[in-house]
Nanobody
Framework: VQLQASGGGSVQAGGSLRLSCAAF????????MAWYRQVTGKEREVVATITSSGATNYADSVKGRFTITRDNARNAVLLQMNSLKPEDTAVYYC?????????????????WGYGTLVTVSS
């Protein structure tokens, strides 16, 4: 199982970007999914989470500007980022709680995608 993220880039303040992340492999089901971000020298912080039923939660710093959604048919999670600020500059990581098949057994663990860099200039 692996998570593949895409959509990072550079944008001016006030602009928008959309991140996407899809899970691939012998997946039985995908439960909670989330986006995190990390600035060099700081701890990784949660940006937004979404449950399998679609319930969402956001960090206070992004409420009203970011929207997390998921496409269960593609085992994917999206992050629409609007009104971007320079302080949103970070490497963004997707995370997912995945049940996967190993032979005839179902296992579960959290997976991380490779980070994608978002740079917002003032």
């Amino acid at each position: 199982v692996q998570l593949q993220a895409s959509g990072g880039g550079s944008v001016q303040a006030g602009g928008s970007l959309r991140l996407s992340c899809a899970a691939f492999g012998s997946i039985f089901s995908v439960k909670d999914m989330a986006w995190y971000r990390q600035v060099t020298g700081k701890e990784r912080e949660v940006v937004a989470t979404i449950t399998s039923s679609g319930a969402t939660n956001y960090a206070d710093s992004v409420k009203g500007r970011f929207t997390i959604t998921r496409d269960n048919a593609r085992n994917a999670v999206l992050l629409q980022m609007n009104s971007l600020k320079p302080e949103d500059t970070a490497v963004y990581y997707c995370n997912a709680d995945i049940q996967y098949l190993n032979g005839d057994q179902i296992h579960e663990m959290y997976y991380w995608g490779y980070g994608t860099l978002v740079t917002v200039s003032s």
